[in-house]
């Protein structure tokens, strides 16, 4: 795509057009991501041993903080490109994203290395028993330890390039990583019998192969790229350090509280029978499916928003935001519905164990009731990140996950043994789709008062 076509894209075509056109190949590349990472489920399930399925839930916290430090640099660096190039300043944005990919592979590897010295310390914390151990640390060497730097640099130059309006070549590289891994999965777990290291074996290479082919587009297509991008890091200066970690840090910060929170469930449900942890991955997995494409519809409709109020075009803006939002919606609402009245079939999909279906299907019934209010809410953190509404996105962060939940989890689990835990999500999604719309009617209403002080210009 050349670069006036790139701004016509941002500037000029229709939204739904300019959405679908940024939305469709986030959505599809966040499924496809979603699948390999099920694969490792499914596989692993159909050995029919709840421990090995077990292994995988507890690393699962571990694994996502990758996603957190890729957030951090992805989220933030994609959004301050997006604004950069909507107000005209295309010059800076290369720096912006060497130093973004430089810093996201350093975090990385001191992650990588913590957890190399760690590891046993971290899984015991999960409550992780004498009969997953040993598969939990086979998991946890391949996905994070080796193949830690792969996963992040890959999902932040998703990022980059996307925020340039080039989500079809994001999707295709993430795509990539995603058929690779099932195909790995099978070979590996079935075909050499490595059972759960082969399962993440699979997750490396197919992580690093998106990595390269993304990192390959890049270098080749350096001339014709709004973003150039450079061989050596580079010193950003002190306002757009603050403007990446301003947005990026919120973003980063749902990953972290969402495993923080997610390993206080674990060692809740570690007092309890294994197939009900086997059940609860499961669960995880299926929620997981309308959870990543609700992600691909706001990191999607990201770059248009940044864009456009970057530029001042604030009705162009809400419009974006108004299409994202009723699609996500409209998704949330039909997906709901599947998993209520086909809830054992879908988890049975995964193990065939009798009881760890039953848990599965009444923890993905209780779970799924947050779906509505947490689309609404990350639609607008996605806003937030676009406009660079850092205290509005912190906050939420904040709100969801890893403060208030960790004492109503105790709460719950002390009322409704076991069953109340899978409720306190929903009861926090709900508060914070409140917050979120409140909180986006004032930017709203400040928005019109500013641009009527203005006469409009």
Excluded at 99 to 106: I, Q
Excluded at 272 to 301: D, T
Aim: glycine letters at 8%; proline letters at 3%.
């Amino acid at each position: 795509m050349e670069a006036t076509e790139k701004t016509e894209l941002f500037e000029r075509t229709p939204i739904r057009k300019a959405a679908l056109t940024l939305v469709v190949p986030t959505v599809i590349s966040q499924l496809v991501v979603l699948i390999y990472n099920m694969a490792d489920t499914w596989f692993i399930g159909q050995t029919g041993d709840p421990y090995q399925v077990a292994a995988v839930t507890v690393t699962y916290p571990i694994f996502m903080l990758l996603n957190a430090l890729a957030n951090l640099f992805g989220i933030g660096g994609s959004s301050l490109i997006s604004r950069l190039l909507g107000s005209g300043e295309q010059k800076r944005t290369g720096t912006v994203a060497t130093f973004s990919l430089w810093a996201a592979g350093s975090a990385a590897l001191a992650y990588a290395l913590l957890c190399r010295t760690f590891d046993r310390q971290f899984l015991s914390m999960l409550g992780t028993d004498a009969g997953t151990m040993g598969y939990a640390q086979d998991y946890l060497f391949w996905t994070v330890i080796i193949g830690g730097i792969p996963t992040v640099l890959n999902l932040v130059l998703a990022n980059l390039i996307r925020a340039q309006g080039e989500a079809r070549t994001s999707s295709i590289g993430m795509s990539l990583g995603g058929v690779l891994n099932v195909l790995l999965d099978s070979l590996f777990i079935f075909g050499l019998q490595m059972g759960v290291a082969g399962a993440a074996l699979a997750t490396c290479l197919s992580n690093t192969a998106s990595m390269l082919f993304l990192l390959a587009h890049t270098i080749r297509h350096q001339n014709e790229s709004l973003v150039k991008f450079s061989l050596l890091p580079k010193r950003i200066d002190r306002s757009a350090h603050g403007q990446i970690y301003s947005i990026g840090t919120p973003a980063a910060l749902q990953i972290i509280l969402a495993s923080i929170s997610n390993a206080v469930l674990l060692r809740l449900m570690s007092g309890y029978a294994v197939a009900a942890i086997s059940g609860m991955g499961v669960m995880q997995k299926v929620e997981s499916i309308p959870f990543q494409a609700i992600m691909g519809i706001s990191n999607g409709i990201l770059p248009l928003i940044a864009y456009n109020y970057a530029s001042g075009n604030r009705e162009r803006m809400r419009q974006a935001v108004r299409y994202a939002l009723t699609r996500g919606l409209f998704f949330a609402c039909i997906f709901f519905v599947l998993c209520e009245v086909f809830a054992p079939q879908i988890v049975r999909f995964f193990i065939a164990d009798a009881a760890s279906v039953a848990y599965g299907a009444a923890f993905v019934r209780l779970r799924i009731l947050a779906l509505p209010f947490i689309t609404t809410e990350f639609m607008l953190i996605a806003v937030f990140q676009g406009i660079g509404g850092a205290k509005q996105a912190f906050f939420l962060s904040l709100f969801r996950k890893g403060i208030l939940d960790l004492p109503l989890m105790i709460l719950a689990d002390r009322i409704w043994p076991m069953y109340g835990l899978m409720l306190v999500q929903p009861f926090m999604e709900f508060c914070g789709c409140c917050i979120a719309l409140a909180l986006y009617r004032a930017v709203h209403r400040n928005s019109q008062l500013q641009f009527e002080t203005t006469g409009g210009n």
